[in-house]
Nanobody
């Protein structure tokens, strides 16, 4: 089993910063792409940022220049540094990873989700 556990969410004032972390654990052979998604009340889940195993990144237009995604492969961890936060950034943020696991039948490539962490931007 592979698990993703997020941390770092909370309440912050507009213009403030937060850093989210997500640690992957379990029977992982390799971690491929990792990313952050968010879902605001009444809206669909959307991609925030994604980073490949080679550290190529892509961002939603709404967060470019404010958010930075990074990863520490030695720690199986992905981070999301969020600066200049706005009320519209309020959402539950979910960590996502494409992993490779080794089974008796060979390799499998599941997509794994964390349980989510709430970010609230409000004065």
């Amino acid at each position: 089993q592979v698990q993703l556990v997020e941390s770092g969410g909370g309440l912050v004032q507009p213009g403030g910063s937060l850093r989210l972390s997500c640690v992957a654990s379990g029977s992982i052979f390799t971690i491929n792409a990792m990313g952050w998604y968010r879902q605001a009340p009444g809206k669909e889940r959307e991609l925030v940022a994604r980073i490949t195993s080679g550290s190529s990144t892509n961002y939603a237009d709404s967060v470019k220049g404010r958010f930075t995604i990074s990863r520490d492969n030695a720690k199986n961890t992905v981070y999301l540094q969020m600066n200049s936060l706005k009320p519209e950034d309020t959402a539950v943020y979910y960590c996502n990873a494409d992993v490779t696991i080794e089974t008796m039948e060979g390799y499998e490539y599941p997509e794994v989700w964390g349980q989510g962490t709430l970010v609230t931007v409000s004065s």
